[in-house]
């Protein structure tokens, strides 16, 4: 079964930092592209940074400057390191995207992980 599994959050102080992982498991080749998105209590859920097989990356304009994403293909995982952080950061994060198959087939994640909080307070 593939999946993605998302770790690395916790409480943390403004301004601090922290890092996100999301290890896709399975059937998977190789990642084609990832997104990181998080969802606030009582918000839609929202963009927070793509990364794509050429190592392209994009932003939403709330976390420009400060957020970071990368790529370990080797491990089949996604990083997202998050600076500066501020109390508007605080959410469930979550990683989603597409991936080649062993049978060399192009799949998007048709399942959400549990995501994984992160809260930012003092």
């Known amino acids: 079964q593939v999946q993605v599994v998302e770790s690395g959050g916790g409480l943390v102080q403004p301004g601090g930092s922290l890092r996100l992982s999301c290890a896709a498991s399975?059937?998977?080749?190789?990642?084609?592209?990832m997104t990181w998105y998080r969802q606030a209590p009582g918000k839609q859920r929202e963009l927070v940074a793509t990364i794509t097989s050429s190592g392209s990356t994009n932003y939403g304009d709330s976390v420009k400057g400060r957020f970071t994403i990368s790529r370990d293909n080797a491990k089949n995982t996604v990083y997202l390191q998050m600076n500066s952080l501020k109390p508007e950061d605080t959410a469930v994060y979550y990683c989603?995207?597409?991936?080649?198959?062993?049978?060399?087939?192009?799949?998007?994640?048709?399942?959400w992980g549990q995501g994984i909080q992160v809260t930012v307070s003092s």
């Open positions: 989603n995207g597409s991936y080649i198959d062993n049978d060399y087939a192009l799949n998007i994640f048709d399942s």
């Open positions: 399975g059937s998977i080749f190789s990642i084609v592209a």
